[in-house]
């Protein structure tokens, strides 16, 4: 299927690896010019070589910013003025008892997640509105819904995300500019490997069946059973992007494996 993508011009943020890192590819593959970002070069470097190795002629470059970092961001929208995709993928998460977890660390986490994205939106969506076309995609999670006890803080980042691209949604209302939320569920990527050896040790298991247990006691609603491969978020996401999904913004859309039970 042709998505009508190319020459498309798209930002995915937080894309050295993981999930952004198959956005990226997704959108190569369909002929978009792609600007990925991280924090480091080297990683970044690496990042655009794999993309052009799978994609010979894609258009792919770098760009270092720090989300935590105003000025970083300034600058990454100094370097890339105008994109016709934006895709709000950076995020960040890790162990946050709540009793533990400061104002300090609350405040640095809601920068990155989600602050960073509002001010991205700012800039771009006033221009995807002057020429009555673009895409503008927030990375989500079914933690969003389904709130982590041991994550609060990164749920409810994810939480905000399902206002803001709805909000955003109503705001271009009668444009050909779309804001939707995707939601991942459990996701093999970066980092997943230090959690399988972590359970696998605590469970007396191979690091084989950790994704099972993991599965079995912390997601148990899961219908597929299994973690999901970036690829498969990174399809939904790229369909999403593209003009043949005209009809469809304001939308809050699972790719969580069925963990969420409910049918909306």
Do not use: C
Not at 66 to 93: H, R
Request: hydrophobic share 45%; aromatic share 6%; charged share 20%.
């Amino acid at each position: 299927m042709d998505l009508k993508l190319t020459g498309k011009t798209a930002l995915v943020t937080g894309s050295a690896s993981s999930i952004g890192y198959a956005i990226a590819l997704g959108l190569a593959k369909e002929g978009v010019a792609v600007y990925i970002n991280g924090r480091s070069k080297e990683k970044l470097d690496k990042a655009a070589q794999a993309i052009r190795e799978q994609v010979p002629g894609a258009a792919v470059e770098g760009l270092v910013a720090d989300f935590s970092k105003v000025d970083e961001v300034n600058g990454l929208i100094a370097a890339l003025p105008e994109v016709d995709i934006l895709v709000n993928n950076v995020g960040v998460y890790g162990d946050q008892p709540f009793e533990t977890t400061g104002d300090e660390q609350w405040m640095r986490d809601y920068e990155i997640n989600v602050l960073s994205s509002v001010r991205l939106s700012r800039h771009y969506a006033p221009l995807m509105k002057a020429k009555n076309w673009g895409r503008i995609i927030f990375i989500s999670s079914e933690s969003a819904i389904n709130i982590p006890d041991d994550m609060i803080l990164y749920g409810v980042t994810k939480t905000a995300y399902l206002a803001l691209s709805r909000g955003l949604a109503k705001h271009l209302r009668g444009t050909n500019v779309t804001v939707n939320a995707v939601l991942p569920g459990p996701t093999l990527a970066e980092g997943t490997n230090d959690m399988f050896e972590q359970i696998a040790r605590e469970n007396n298991v191979s690091v084989e069946e950790a994704p099972l247990v993991f599965i079995r006691e912390k997601r148990p609603s899961s219908i597929i059973q299994r973690f999901a491969s970036t690829e498969e978020v990174a399809n939904l996401l790229v369909y999403v992007a593209s003009p043949l999904s005209s009809a469809t913004t304001g939308a809050a859309l699972r790719v969580d494996g069925g963990v969420m039970d409910a049918s909306f």
